[in-house]
T-cell receptor
Framework: RKEVEQDPGPFNVPEGATVAFNCTYSNSASQSFFWYRQDCRKEPKLLMSVYSSGNEDGRFTAQLNRASQYISLLIRDSKLSDSATYLCVVNMDTGRRALTFGSGTRLQVQP | ETGVTQSPTHLIKTRGQQVTLRCSSQSGHNTVSWYQQALGQGPQFIFQYYREEENGRGNFPPRFSGLQFPNYSSELNVNALELDDSALYLC???????????????FGEGSRLTVL
């Protein structure tokens, strides 16, 4: 079983749609959680951290369910510029910033 | 402020050869991590350097080695290259200090290695 699992997609959605990505992680002792975004042939960049209480950043909402070891990302009112791969990321070791990445979910927003 | 820079951007090697990849960390960052990203996969942690010493290692064989220099720049060396080493190699820097782990790594654009 992979440490961080994601549906690879692709998710093809029209502009303005709401889309949700899910992710599960295997290590119940994991301490911190993130979503990174990676554009085609570019480096990953932090999109947002994920907190137990849930958090929102504009059109993006992240949720964490520690009991189910489940993380989600909701994107509302999708834009063409949201097309990218979304990586679910877990820090299983607070001593180092060694992040464990999922394989990513590809999103294609269509006009 | 200068971001993370990596060199070379692309290179082609043959099986059995050795390669050295270089990384300059972002200004003010003293920790460098290296990740391998195969096509269609997420980045996989190779190792991290802090104060010129290895500070943790992922599930990679000893032929993957590294260095960090006093100016915090770093090298990744891979010996006896195999076909499966073909990947994007990403360097990421972060500040080690502080009590809050924001989890933000600042990645360079990567070095794309092809092994034939």
């Amino acid at each position: 079983r992979k440490e961080v699992e994601q549906d690879p997609g692709p998710f093809n959605v029209p502009e303005g749609a709401t889309v949700a990505f899910n992710c599960t992680y295997s290590n119940s002792a994991s301490q911190s959680f993130f979503w990174y975004r990676q554009d085609c042939r570019k480096e990953p960049k932090l999109l947002m951290s994920v907190y137990s209480s849930g958090n929102e950043d504009g059109r993006f909402t992240a949720q964490l369910n520690r009991a189910s070891q489940y993380i989600s990302l909701l994107i509302r009112d999708s834009k063409l510029s949201d097309s990218a791969t979304y990586l679910c990321v877990v820090n299983m070791d607070t001593g180092r910033r060694a992040l464990t990445f999922g394989s990513g979910t590809r999103l294609q927003v269509q006009p | 402020e200068t971001g993370v820079t990596q060199s070379p951007t692309h290179l082609i090697k043959t099986r059995g050869q050795q390669v050295t990849l270089r990384c300059s960390s972002q200004s003010g960052h003293n920790t460098v991590s290296w990740y391998q990203q195969a096509l269609g996969q997420g980045p996989q942690f190779i190792f991290q350097y802090y104060r010129e010493e290895e500070n943790g290692r992922g599930n990679f064989p000893p032929r993957f080695s590294g260095l960090q220099f006093p100016n915090y720049s770093s090298e990744l060396n891979v010996n006896a290259l195999e076909l499966d080493d073909s990947a994007l190699y990403l360097c990421a820097s972060s500040p080690m200090g502080g009590t809050t782990n924001t989890g933000e790594l600042f990645f360079g654009e990567g070095s794309r290695l092809t092994v034939l």
